[in-house]
Every structure is written in structure tokens, then in C-alpha cells.
């Protein structure tokens, strides 16, 4: 069993229980809080790279900001996924109210 078949079964169990529920809520939350501030800053910090790059062309910082800009794309990709299970699971939690 690969990694995302181990993660959706997870999520579908999280999914169909009430408490699991709940407290997955409560962790994407604070998770995509998280993510959410760390991939501003390192936007942040991909254009102040960037923007000095552009005044001192030099191949180092050209490297830097490729770098960054990776990183950069995956946590915003991070924070994309997170938000959507977390969006999911919120549809689930008032689809299961009475």
C-alpha cells in the first residue's frame, strides 16, 4: 500500500467518524494557519531575493531565488491541499448534523 492510499483511507476514516471529525477540523486549522504565514514569508522572501537580484546579477542570488521560488510553489501547493480537506470535511461535519 502506497502513501496515498494509506492517506485516503485515512481521510475517509477521519471523514466517517464523528470525533475523528472534529479534531481533524481543529488540527487543519491551526495547520493551515500555519502554512498559510510560512508561505507568506517565504513569498517575502522570494521577491526581496529577487528584487536583489535584479540589482546585483550575480549567479549565486539567480540560484537563490530558483530555490526560494521552489519552495515557494510547493508550500503554496501545501496550503491549497490543506484547505481542501479541510473544506471537505467541514461539508461533511454539516451534512452529518441533525
Do not use: C
Not at 63 to 70: C, D, L, Q, R, T
Amino acid at each position: 500500500m502506497n502513501y496515498l492510499e494509506r492517506s485516503d483511507t485515512k481521510f475517509v476514516a477521519q471523514a466517517t467518524d464523528d470525533s475523528q471529525r472534529s479534531a481533524a477540523i481543529e488540527h487543519l486549522s491551526g495547520l493551515r494557519r500555519t502554512n498559510t504565514w510560512v508561505a507568506a514569508l517565504v513569498s517575502a522572501l522570494f521577491f526581496l531575493i529577487f528584487t536583489l537580484g535584479a540589482f546585483h546579477p550575480t549567479l549565486g542570488a539567480l540560484g537563490g531565488a530558483v530555490g526560494v521560488g521552489f519552495m515557494n510553489l510547493s508550500q503554496w501547493m501545501t496550503v491549497i491541499k490543506i484547505e481542501s480537506d479541510l473544506r471537505l470535511l467541514k461539508v461533511v461535519e454539516q451534512l452529518r448534523r441533525p
